[in-house]
T-cell receptor
Framework: AQRVTQPEKLLSVFKGAPVELKCNYS??????LFWYVQYSRQRLQLLLR??SRESIKGFTADLNKGETSFHLKKPFAQEEDSAMYYC???????????FGAGTILRVKS | GAVVSQHPSWVICKSGTSVKIECRSL??????MFWYRQFPKQSLMLMAT?????????EQGVEKDKFLINHASLTLSTLTVTSAHPEDSSFYIC?????????????FGSGTRLTVV
């Protein structure tokens, strides 16, 4: 069965510190992975997807098929990065998204 | 970019009544929309996949007769919570994918907070 695991419910870091939000997945097919972010009182929005290999707001994520991971990283956290982050896996030919439990990132000044 | 509008943003209803939630794709056609439920401080749980012009596909454990989904046009899907009970109180979110611009992934509505009293 498809599964996305985000082991940390809360990650608290100081401003300027590096950030790594962990995500592991379980899927027998070819995975398509996303990171979504939900800022306070706002809707869920796409942060980045693995096939784009892009950097958004300083965040990057590399798909590691050997470790079945898609960790989200940022070298220097900013206070405005504080939000809920969800890792998601697209399955069934792109017709379904399976979400991880989410990780709250708190960046302290 | 693609925009999904969800209405209402919040609703309070009496136990035993029905509530309809609308999800519209504003600037693209969505043959498929998705309905999620989110409990406080928990992840999104997919309830069903709404297919334009055909029956919705429900996830295991989701009652079809309880959560009626209608996707009558390429820009509108509705979720009706029938005979609502307090345990149906939750945050309901819809999403859609713009097949013409799939590079942007799935677009989400702002959600509907349902409180059943």
């Amino acid at each position: 069965a498809q599964r996305v695991t985000q082991p940390e419910k809360l990650l608290s870091v100081f401003k300027g510190a590096p950030v790594e939000l962990k995500c592991n997945y379980s899927y027998s097919g070819s995975p398509e992975l996303f990171w979504y972010v939900q800022y306070s009182r706002q809707r869920l929005q796409l942060l980045l997807r693995h096939i784009s290999r892009e950097s958004i707001k300083g965040f990057t994520a590399d798909l590691n098929k050997g470790e079945t991971s898609f960790h989200l990283k940022k070298p220097f956290a900013q206070e405005e990065d504080s939000a809920m982050y969800y890792c998601a896996l697209s399955v069934a030919g792109g017709n379904k998204l399976v979400f991880g439990a989410g990780t709250i990132l708190r960046v302290k000044s | 970019g693609a925009v999904v509008s969800q209405h209402p943003s919040w609703v309070i209803c009496k136990s035993g009544t029905s509530v309809k939630i609308e999800c519209r794709s504003l600037d693209f056609q969505a043959t498929t929309m998705f309905w999620y439920r989110q409990f406080p401080k928990q992840s999104l749980m997919l309830m069903a996949t709404s297919n334009e012009g055909s029956k919705a596909t429900y996830e295991q454990g989701v009652e079809k007769d309880k959560f009626l989904i209608n996707h009558a046009s390429l820009t509108l899907s509705t979720l009706t919570v029938t005979s609502a009970h307090p345990e149906d109180s939750s945050f309901y979110i819809c999403s859609a994918v713009d097949r013409g611009a799939r590079a942007y992934g799935y677009t989400f509505g702002s959600g509907t907070r349902l409180t059943v009293v």
